[in-house]
């Protein structure tokens, strides 16, 4: 079965160094999940080009857009993610956020995720920890133990890129052991798998009005 | 077809010149305007109901009930009334009274409200907004179809022996909408009690708009009510009018720039891409609203905002001359040559829910049958054997 993977990657130019360390990252993921006999289909999506209309549906009291709306559905039904933010003024990039506020809590339940982050130098490097892991536990989301931080050093020869090399190719084997992984139990006895994630309107999974009603009509 | 206007009420400064209009200005104006949209032939007008600044309508029977005095066909309306917020026993009163004194031209339009604080003020939590809307609803229902009602909620104190008084002008409750821009479950409850379903598609793009009055229309006939293309269908719309569309878009951008709720964000040609708002000519206008009856199919009530972001009153009333003149003609022989023969082309109104008489089903608390009902004939509406095949249903 084909696995999908999910690259969001919000890099503000072109080319960008985030860019280039979510592309390590992804070919990273695309070995190690085709090392356990599973075909990937990766889906990217550059944050940068929804920046327009990001700003529109944050200041239009959520307006969809349908650029917006295909990223999100790509990230609704993928496997696996890999979230990758420069640090801008000790944090991620707002860009970066603006992208994931546009969710609800429920529509990222379970889903695995491998975060990193890029910066000008290795001080930021806790940034992994201190501001994209909660927003992804916020999400239920599954993160990743590793971690994958580069600074522009990491990108040289020396100790500082074979460290990185290192910590893409441990973060991608614990991103594909979860992508790959089968359901917990058998389906019908207990709750398995992922709960019911949100997906955006749907019209088909509504509640009938009577359940809707029950208790509230004054009997 | 019946065409209307729409005000949120809001306080705005005049970017033309700065001034904002008092609050005793905005409200007297408001007032024109209805006046002003009965005299040019249009049938609705609505208020919303707010409850923090910048908007004054807090009051909106008050207000109807004085145009209810000064006006002689127009039906007065509300867009929205909080059901959620307010307390259903005095809505069921206070628009009793504004039907009699209104002669039945009074319909109102149900909705939640999205300011936080307004339900804190009020003494309710918006995380329950939908169970509120479901209750309070089920209530006012109630209390206009049942002589005497002995009613316990969740949120509210119990009523035992309670009679709402006056009751409704010849028995017959005014026609309810229910709006909602993203909540299925509202689309659902107007389906359920074959109520009018009004999609306040002014902040929303035509997609979802779309979807969203299709689900009514599919739960409207599973529950019995007619057809899906027979449910009661009304959108909202917004517009700026002026000969050539370089004028109306060069007019409307500092009103656009900076009026509430999306002033400052995004930019007018976006925004008049995605939703209905149009500065443009009249036939512009023509041309994207005849377009909603393809998104929406056949609908009953289009309501149109005009003066919202500090607009002049006399740009307002010249805005709906145009309106009334050079829009609403057209839109409503165009509309009138689609809809087939056997889909209403107005909303119920108070002559004719009278008219079907004191057995109508409109006088049950709980019209809606089931195709299982419906089937067999057992579908005679009673409360148990709804319940009855609704759980059949659930659990199928």
Redesign the interface.
Known sequence: MTRRLAVVSAGVGTPSSTRLLADRITDAVRSQVGARGEDVHVDVIEVRELAAAL??M????G????EVERAQEIVRHADGVVAVTPVFSASYAGLFKMFWDTFDPDDLDSVPILIGATAGTPRHSLVLDHALRPLFTYFRMRVVPTGVFAATEDFGAGAGGDQLARRIGRAAVELAALMVATPDAVEGFVPTGRPDRGDG?D?TS????????A????? | MQFGVFTIGDVTPDPSTGRAPTEHERIMSMMAIAEHAEQVGLEVFATGEHHNPPFVPSSPTTMLGYLAGRTQHIILSTSTTLITTNDPVKIAEDYAMLQHLAGGRVDLMMGRGNTGPVYPWFGKDIRQGIPLAIENYHLLRRLWREPVVDWKGEFRTPLRGYTSTPAPLDDTPPFVWHGSIRSPEIAEQAAFYGDGFFHNNIFWDKGHVGQMVEFYRQRFEHYGHGRADQAIVGLGGQVFMRHTSQDAVREFRPYFDNAPVYGHGPSLEEYMNLTPLTAGSPEQVIEKYLTYADVVGDYQRQLFLMDHAGMSLATVLEQIDILAEQVVPVLRAEFDARRPADVPSDPPTHASLVAQGPDSRYHLVRPATLPEDRATGAGSGTEAELTEAELTEENA
């Open positions: 700003a529109t944050t200041t239009a009291g307006l969809p857009i349908a309107f019209v509504i509640t009938p009005f009577t359940r809707l009603l208790g509230h009509d004054g009997d």
